[in-house]
């Protein structure tokens, strides 16, 4: 379903947290060599939206997620820099309040000549009401636990550099893009908790609501792609973090 016509369907302040990594808006490959995988393990159907639709777009679907965040939710909306314009202008637009623009620094080994090698992926951590936000600081260290060096686990972990690697399931079914377990475990602990419900418009693998459903989470996610939704169904409804291609 449309994510746009499948949100107006929820009710206004109905979702504790969104996450999601909406298209991209370029001309994107996913099956080429590049990305070291086979195209025959690639699921077909990506929708891309054109550049000069993109803002309409996304100010379009942020508007309904705006009416069903509750107050006390947040937002994690993932961009390349390709776009990124145009998601922070549609962000102010709208009303959404920036709290972080965390940096996620990932690995990719593709050899580039006459630019620098793009390795991080922008997150833009926003909310509806700063004094009603719920976020919860000490949910993965404490204030006393250290590194091996004597460093701060939870300063570490809340800088707004994230290094995490990303998944790469190889001889696995897959869609062109997910996000890693690490990162959306990450956020799902520190902005909800156990039986919130968790949204993602675009669901793709549904990659978000399998991690929200192993933290005891509720979810909600929109697939416009059949065969992007079934194989998300088929992950949770089977429990199935990796799908033999």
């Known amino acids: 379903?449309?994510?746009?016509?499948?949100?107006?369907?929820?009710?206004?302040?109905?979702?504790?947290?969104?996450?999601?990594?909406?298209?991209?808006?370029?001309?994107?490959?996913?099956?080429?060599?590049?990305?070291?995988?086979?195209?025959?393990?690639?699921?077909?159907?990506?929708?891309?939206?054109?550049?000069?639709?993109y803002y309409d777009f996304t100010r379009n679907w942020m508007e309904q997620a705006f009416r069903i965040l509750k107050d006390s939710g947040s937002m994690y909306v993932f961009s390349g820099w390709n776009n990124l314009k145009d998601i922070l202008s549609a962000l102010d637009d709208v009303g959404f309040i920036t709290i972080n623009h965390i940096i996620w620094k990932y690995q990719f080994g593709v050899v580039t000549k006459k630019k620098f090698v793009t390795s991080h992926y922008h997150c833009l951590y926003v909310c509806k009401n700063e004094k009603k936000r719920n976020f919860y600081p000490f949910v993965r260290f404490s204030k006393t636990e250290k590194t091996e060096f004597g460093?701060?686990?939870?300063?570490?972990?809340?800088?707004?550099?994230?290094d995490i690697k990303r998944e790469y399931w190889t001889g696995d079914q897959k869609t062109p893009t997910k996000l890693p377990a690490d990162l959306v475990k990450k956020i799902l602990e520190y902005s909800s908790k156990k039986n919130d419900i968790v949204l993602d418009p675009f669901l793709g693998s549904g990659q978000v609501a399998m991690i929200a459903k192993q933290l005891n989470r509720k979810y909600v996610g929109f697939e416009i792609v059949k065969k992007?939704?079934?194989?998300?169904?088929?992950?949770?409804?089977?429990?199935?973090y990796r799908v033999k291609a």
């Not at 070291?36 to 000069?52: L, T, W």
């Not at 992007?228 to 199935?240: C, I, P, Q, S, T």
Request: hydrophobic share 30%; proline share 4%; glycine share 2%.
């Open 228 to 240: 992007y939704h079934d194989f998300a169904k088929k992950r949770l409804e089977k429990n199935l």
């Open 151 to 162: 460093r701060s686990l939870h300063y570490k972990d809340k800088e707004d550099v994230w």
């Open 1 to 53: 379903m449309n994510c746009i016509e499948g949100m107006k369907k929820l009710p206004s302040k109905k979702i504790d947290l969104i996450v999601t990594d909406p298209p991209f808006a370029i001309d994107f490959n996913a099956t080429k060599q590049n990305y070291n995988r086979k195209a025959s393990r690639v699921m077909k159907g990506y929708n891309e939206i054109k550049k000069k639709d």
